[in-house]
T-cell receptor, first 114, second 114 residues
Framework: NAGVTQTPKFQVLKTGQSMTLQCAQD?????MSWYRQDPGMGLRLIHY???????DQGEVPNGYNVSRSTTEDFPLRLLSAAPSQTSVYFC?????????????FGDGTRLSIL | SQQGEEDPQALSIQEGENATMNCSYK?????LQWYRQNSGRGLVHLIL?????REKHSGRLRVTLDTSKKSSSLLITASRAADTASYFC??????????????FGKGTLLTVNP
């Protein structure tokens, strides 16, 4: 099994550009989430989904959109990139909806906004 | 806002020594999880402890939970250079209904010197 796959691994954007970070999992997990990791800040939740067609905001949702049309995929869209969105982005999935199961993480997308 | 906070922020030890990291949180939880992150990689789940458990073991890992003090500790015994990584605690917090959000602390950077 591939687990959680994130693409691309690295990306450089100019301010104002838009892009989509891809996340796919092959474990049939209902719950998926996006985090950003900044130095000294730990991981902060951007958006999450408890199943296809259902999404909700996390701690830092501004500037990001998500949708969940299938169980496998959970893309994150940057609408108009800003330098403050320079970060490492992680996608994670887990079975169930409670915090009683481990989360499986991808290896991240390193995004730089110039 | 961060739910869990790890202490210390950084820890440097010699191979063979034990490493202890602490996590404090603010609100009541159902479960607490510990994750490891090697440099440039995603997070890997280590151990989950439920609110009605006080101690849990997995190989060289020992986790304790004190719900009265809202704190947890992760002990790595007989450390190895390969244990060098950042360690995060994560707690669940109900966000209305049955949905939950897993909140991560800022992490402890452990360096094990050969």
């Amino acid at each position: 099994n591939a687990g959680v796959t994130q693409t691309p691994k690295f990306q450089v954007l100019k301010t104002g550009q838009s892009m989509t970070l891809q996340c796919a999992q092959d474990m049939n997990h209902e719950y998926m989430s996006w985090y950003r990791q900044d130095p000294g800040m730990g991981l902060r939740l951007i958006h999450y989904s408890v199943g296809a067609g259902i999404t909700d905001q996390g701690e830092v949702p501004n500037g990001y959109n998500v949708s969940r049309s299938t169980t496998e995929d959970f893309p994150l869209r940057l609408l108009s990139a800003a330098p403050s969105q320079t970060s490492v982005y992680f996608c994670a999935s887990t079975s169930g909806q409670g915090g009683d199961q481990p989360q499986h993480f991808g290896d991240g997308t390193r995004l730089s906004i110039l | 806002s961060q739910q869990g906070e790890e202490d210390p922020q950084a820890l440097s030890i010699q191979e063979g020594e034990n490493a202890t990291m602490n996590c404090s949180y603010k609100t009541s939880i159902n479960n607490l999880q510990w994750y490891r992150q090697n440099s440039g990689r995603g997070l890997v789940h280590l151990i989950l402890i439920r609110s009605n458990e006080r101690e849990k073991h997995s190989g060289r890992l020992r986790v304790t939970l004190d719900t009265s003090k809202k704190s947890s500790s992760l002990l790595i015994t007989a450390s190895r250079a390969a244990d060098t990584a950042s360690y995060f605690c994560a707690t669940d917090a109900r966000s209305g209904g049955s949905n939950y959000k897993l909140t991560f602390g800022k992490g402890t950077l452990l360096t094990v010197n050969p």
